[in-house]
């Protein structure tokens, strides 16, 4: 196993067991915000935000005040990357001054490179390939709401083809037949385009009539 800082850049880098670990403290802390209060008293939180956030930005804030922790949030663009800096001198930077980042970003190449250049964990707050604190919050409804997530079956409803390497059925009921949990994309795009996608929606909505 690698010495090097735990970073979580998808889902997939929380072992189950880890996993269970963070969803059990999170509903721990939720009975009792006091649970982890001062946790983390006097140390420092980046927050690079790159692309629009409102509620993934503030949840960050306010789990980190919670901590102990004091945040502190810079858009990209506002640091000395956008002027061209090396991102290895950048990353000494933040290494030197923060006990963690969290990173909302249009690139995930950066975000990779970022992770394995400095020497405090790195938390992915969205990228174009991955959004776990949006996956782990999701586990946690389920597992609020069913008790546990083992035998759950979940369908994941999209109105067109999405090219990915899953199995693709034509008929939305069948594909939620027997499910426990039925998700589904978002109706506006993470580009910043605000009009929703009123087709794709008609198409979803026409398949509960």
């Given amino acids: ?10 889902p997939a880098d929380l072992s189950p067991a880890e996993l269970e670990g963070v969803l059990e403290l999170a509903a721990q802390a939720k009975a009792d915000p006091r649970t982890l209060a001062a946790e983390r008293s ?16 503030l949840a960050f804030a306010a789990a980190a ?3 102990g922790m004091t ?3 810079v858009a990209a ?3 000395q990357l956008a002027r061209g800096e090396a991102l290895v001198d950048t990353a000494r930077t933040l290494s030197a001054l923060s006990a963690a980042i969290v990173v909302r970003t249009g690139s995930h190449e950066l975000l990779e490179e970022l992770a394995s250049t400095v020497t405090v964990p790195v938390i992915n707050a969205l990228s174009p390939r ?9 586990l946690f409804t389920l597992r609020e709401r069913f008790g546990g997530l083992a035998g759950l079956r979940l369908s994941f ?18 594909a939620v037949s027997g499910a426990d949990v039925v998700y589904t994309d978002v109706w506006t795009s993470m580009d910043g385009e605000s ?15």
């Fill in 195 to 209: 009009a929703v996608d009123t087709q794709a929606l008609a198409a979803f909505v026409s398949t509960g009539n």
């Fill in 130 to 138: 991955h959004h776990p604190c949006e996956a782990l919050v999701s």
């Fill in 42 to 57: 006097d140390q420092t939180l980046v927050a690079i935000i790159e692309l629009p956030s409102t509620r993934t930005r």
């Fill in 71 to 73: 945040v502190t949030a």
């Fill in 157 to 174: 409803v999209v109105a067109n083809a999405t090219g990915a390497s899953v199995s693709v059925l034509d008929d939305p009921r069948e």
């Fill in 1 to 10: 196993m690698s010495d090097g800082p735990r970073h979580v850049l998808r």
């Fill in 77 to 79: 663009a506002e640091t």
């Fill in 65 to 67: 005040q919670r901590l």
